[in-house]
């Protein structure tokens, strides 16, 4: 997850982006609970946001590392063959 503290740690991503897509992601994520993997949703996302892969992966440790979004990380490993339950963010 740390490697998701810091924005410039991945190339083509800024706080500008980050800011832009974070809601529509998290809407996505929130409104998915739970169904569908990790994996699926970000490449879902990625296609979706026209951004180059992996990027909505990179949005999501962010968020996590920032404590910006909520997860039971105590209770369930984040895994990318599982599901993700977002239990909190700034949504509007």
Known sequence: MYDGKFLDSRNGLDAEVVENISEA???LLIKNNGQ???QKLYQQADKQF???EGSCMFILKHQLANK???TDMMNQQ???SKPLIITGGAMV
Do not use: D, Y
Request: proline content about 0%.
């Open 25 to 27: 992601f998290l809407h």
């Open 36 to 38: 569908s993997t990790i």
């Open 50 to 52: 026209g951004l180059e």
């Open 68 to 70: 910006r979004w909520h």
């Open 78 to 80: 984040i895994r990318m």
